[in-house]
């Protein structure tokens, strides 16, 4: 495995406020990488180190092999950055906005051109090229913020939650941007609030709570690690809901929900889990009007690792 990014001991610190403590990381080259965690994780100052814009109190970081503190010029030079917040100038236009991004890393003018015409194509922006972004959507602005971060080429793109505040539209029309990203060879290091969106983008996810990596794996991994796995059966009365109850065998951690008409059995969710129950109702003469299988899904992970419900999604 080629290492993207390499982090060891990674401590951070503001006033006798640790933010950082202790971080280890490890991000393969040519994915999408996926930090989580609750508000005041750390996640926005992890970013802010790897992209050079602060130091740490001590520990390393390195990207493909550089240093970010004692070779920082280099880095930079690998890097893209799409912060929180949009750096769209709204008093330019989008190609303006793309040609000055490309004067600051000193880009020839030929190559600016190109890069600036390749971009507009590529975020459907060509035809507002020439429109300034005080009039864009959010969409549209949060597109071209991401073009300005790849004006020059880099190597490892930073994402701080970049899909905050936009539409469910908009949103799926950026997730298709980050892939595609990451099919042309770029590393993807992605902050997000959606748990949705990892699960959607990320080859691996790491979830980051009080300063400290918890856990670390593929979403089907840290799935498998969260409880929370049950089968919900309903049935057509109360009556029948009642008999079930008092015939099965239930075992710990059942639960009934009388209003829903549903009995909740903890359960892995496999075929012969299922097929033993449902031979069991039917010895039994129990009609079950609807079997559901509920797997853990990443908000049972992020709830079971940080303590924390997920963080609720924006309307």
Same mark, same amino acid.
């Given at each position: 495995?080629?290492?993207?990014?390499?982090?060891?001991?990674?401590?951070?610190?503001?006033?006798?406020?640790?933010?950082?403590?202790?971080?280890?990381?490890?991000?393969?080259?040519?994915?999408?990488? *996926?930090?989580? /965690?609750?508000?005041?994780?750390?996640?926005?100052?992890?970013?802010?180190?790897? &992209?050079?814009?602060?130091? =740490?109190?001590?520990? *390393?970081?390195?990207?493909?092999?550089?240093?970010?503190?004692?070779?920082?010029?280099?880095?930079?030079?690998?890097?893209?950055?799409? /912060?929180?917040?949009?750096?769209?100038?709204?008093?330019?236009?989008?190609?303006?906005?793309?040609?000055?991004?490309?004067?600051?890393?000193?880009?020839?003018?030929?190559?600016?051109?190109?890069?600036?015409?390749?971009?507009?194509?590529?975020?459907?922006?060509?035809?507002?090229?020439?429109?300034?972004?005080?009039?864009?959507?959010?969409?549209?602005?949060?597109?071209?913020?991401?073009?300005?971060?790849?004006?020059?080429?880099?190597?490892?793109?930073?994402?701080? +939650?970049?899909?905050?505040?936009?539409?469910?539209?908009?949103?799926?029309?950026?997730? &298709?941007?980050?892939?595609?990203?990451?099919?042309?060879?770029?590393?993807?290091?992605?902050?997000?609030?959606?748990?949705?969106?990892?699960?959607?983008?990320?080859?691996?996810?790491?979830?980051?709570?009080?300063?400290?990596?918890?856990?670390?794996?593929?979403?089907?991994?840290?799935?498998?690690?969260? =409880?929370?796995?049950?089968?919900?059966?309903?049935?057509?009365?109360?009556?029948?809901?009642?008999?079930?109850?008092?015939?099965?065998?239930?075992?710990?951690?059942?639960?009934?929900?009388?209003?829903?008409?549903?009995?909740?059995?903890? *359960?892995? /969710?496999? &075929?012969? +889990?299922?097929?033993?129950?449902?031979?069991?109702?039917?010895?039994?003469?129990?009609?079950?009007?609807?079997?559901?299988?509920?797997?853990?899904?990443?908000?049972?992970?992020?709830?079971?690792?940080?303590?924390?419900?997920?963080?609720?999604?924006?309307?």
């Amino acid at each position: 495995m080629t290492s993207a990014l390499s982090i060891s001991a990674l401590h951070k610190g503001f006033g006798d406020q640790p933010v950082l403590r202790g971080l280890d990381l490890e991000v393969a080259a040519g994915t999408v990488f *996926s930090l989580l /965690g609750p508000n005041g994780a750390g996640k926005t100052t992890l970013i802010r180190i790897l &992209a050079t814009l602060a130091a =740490p109190d001590r520990g *390393s970081a390195r990207v493909f092999g550089h240093d970010v503190v004692t070779e920082a010029d280099a880095v930079r030079a690998l890097i893209g950055v799409t /912060g929180q917040y949009s750096a769209v100038d709204g008093v330019l236009t989008a190609r303006e906005n793309l040609r000055l991004t490309g004067r600051l890393l000193h880009l020839p003018g030929p190559e600016l051109a190109r890069r600036s015409a390749e971009l507009l194509d590529r975020f459907d922006l060509s035809d507002a090229a020439d429109r300034r972004t005080a009039g864009f959507s959010g969409g549209m602005r949060r597109r071209l913020d991401l073009a300005m971060s790849l004006m020059g080429g880099p190597r490892m793109v930073f994402l701080d +939650e970049p899909t905050t505040g936009l539409d469910p539209r908009s949103r799926r029309e950026l997730w &298709a941007v980050i892939q595609g990203l990451a099919a042309d060879g770029a590393t993807v290091f992605l902050t997000t609030q959606y748990l949705e969106e990892a699960d959607q983008l990320a080859d691996r996810i790491a979830v980051l709570d009080n300063g400290t990596v918890v856990a670390d794996g593929t979403p089907e991994e840290l799935k498998q690690r969260a =409880p929370g796995g049950h089968l919900r059966l309903r049935f057509g009365t109360a009556d029948e809901l009642a008999a079930a109850r008092a015939a099965l065998p239930l075992p710990d951690g059942w639960r009934a929900e009388p209003e829903q008409l549903v009995l909740a059995l903890p *359960s892995d /969710g496999s &075929a012969a +889990e299922v097929r033993a129950l449902l031979n069991r109702c039917a010895e039994l003469g129990i009609e079950v009007a609807r079997l559901t299988v509920h797997t853990p899904d990443l908000d049972d992970v992020f709830f079971a690792l940080t303590g924390h419900p997920a963080p609720a999604e924006a309307a």
